[in-house]
């Protein structure tokens, strides 16, 4: 199973939307909203006869509305919540403020207005809104209108920290572990982390589960890395139940017990979670908490497999050659072992060059093979560093062979 790090994203992309919305306190509960893609009347009327509340309402459900509509309709509602924020906003509003900045920063093609919503932004976060500090961070560390500038980053999410923004602390966190406008500090970073793990944050907790996990940055902990990953997993954080399940299957910092690995693995498969499901596949495949089914372990490598899982996709060749529970099918074989050996693993590419030398395929060209089996072994696996060698031999005696005056190899000097 893999050991997966936190991706970062652009500012426009998921992860600052889920962030923000995750951690700010001025998401309000939706009132008197209609049905469709607009709010009820009875709003739009308070919101036209100046009620601050009502426009603060309705500029945030255009908002939502424009994250779920593509094309004329997002641009239509961009526009509707670019009007209703910004007459809230400018009766100084501070939520408004802070809502207005971030469609402004988020929004699409016309709407969108990076130094406008900064500045915004900025209005908000003297006015409290720790939320508008943290995107401020979020737009400084990705440069959207001006180069990157992770010091101003790190300044601006520490004034959310101190305004109680969670997302800010984990933000924190991934800067002094990565150097990122400050120098590197395990230290900070874990405190950074374990205070967003503590406040509930599920993305710290997973974090700091992998870092314990890894034993990389730090000594290894399994049983803390047990605890991080539970508090994240029962969270629904798709990656955390799947490691989670994993260690349950191994017995690592925890009882091994195949029916919690079960459990905790097909939370993690149900939210489409490649690890998720090859550790289903693998459970299904040896009958391991539950009835032994290669039906259902093929089904689970194939969906782990289609979220680009090598080792899922580097087991469905085997399967196929093998032929368990499946007809034997070497091109199936070859181009589930090419895809994951695409993705640099190792067994992958030892497999597929090793269909050369075992005229398991037709089309494998030795100098291809030649070179799978090399990077395989670049990677320390002892087999393909033992069948490269013997190729090497083999294109070595041919080569004499076609030499003038040379002695053809006999069957028993040939490797093969």
Not at 307 to 319: C, D, E, R, S, Y
């Amino acid at each position: 199973m893999r050991i997966r790090g936190m991706g970062l994203q652009a500012i426009a992309g998921i992860l600052a939307l889920t962030l923000w919305a995750g951690c700010n306190q001025i998401d309000a509960q939706p009132e008197e909203y209609g049905e469709g893609s607009d709010p009820s009347e009875a709003l739009l009327e308070r919101a036209d006869g100046g009620d601050v509340i009502a426009q603060l309402s309705a500029g945030r459900f255009y908002r939502t509305a424009a994250v779920e509509a593509e094309g004329a309709e997002r641009s239509r509602r961009e526009s509707e919540a670019l009007r209703w924020l910004t007459q809230a906003a400018e009766k100084d509003n501070a939520e408004a403020q802070a809502e207005l900045g971030r469609v402004l920063v988020t929004a699409e093609g016309q709407s969108r207005n990076i130094a406008e919503g900064r500045r915004w932004l900025g209005r908000a976060g003297l006015a409290g809104q720790g939320s508008a500090y943290f995107l401020l961070g979020e737009v400084s560390k990705s440069g959207e209108d001006a180069p990157p500038n992770p010091v101003m980053a790190v300044a601006f999410w520490e004034k959310a920290v101190a305004l109680g923004h969670v997302g800010a602390s984990h933000r924190l966190g991934e800067a002094h572990e990565q150097g990122l406008g400050v120098d590197p500090d395990m230290e900070s970073a874990l405190s950074y982390y374990r205070t967003a793990a503590s406040d509930g944050y599920a993305n710290s907790q997973y974090r700091l589960a992998v870092i314990f996990d890894e034993g990389v940055l730090i000594g290894r902990d399994a049983l803390e890395a047990v605890k991080y990953y539970r508090m994240a997993a029962e969270q629904g954080h798709a990656a955390a139940q799947a490691q989670l399940g994993f260690l349950y299957a191994r017995g690592d910092g925890v009882v091994q017990r195949y029916d919690e690995a079960l459990r905790w693995s097909r939370m993690a498969a149900e939210q489409g979670d490649a690890d998720g499901c090859n550790n289903l596949a693998v459970l299904y495949l040896k009958g391991l908490g539950t009835e032994q089914s290669f039906e259902d372990a093929l089904r689970w490598y194939r969906l782990a497999a289609q979220h680009n899982h090598p080792g899922a996709q580097n087991m469905l060749g085997t399967i196929y050659l093998t032929g368990q529970g499946v007809d034997v099918n070497t091109s199936e074989a070859e181009h589930w072992w090419r895809m994951a050996a695409d993705q640099g693993f190792p067994a992958a590419q030892y497999n597929l060059g090793g269909m050369y030398t075992r005229k398991l395929s037709t089309t494998m060209l030795r100098i291809e093979a030649v070179e799978w089996l090399g990077l395989a072994a670049e990677q320390g696996h002892r087999s393909a560093a033992k069948e490269l060698s013997e190729l090497q031999t083999t294109i070595a005696a041919d080569a004499h062979v076609s030499e003038p005056g040379a002695v053809p190899a006999t069957p028993e000097n040939a490797t093969l």
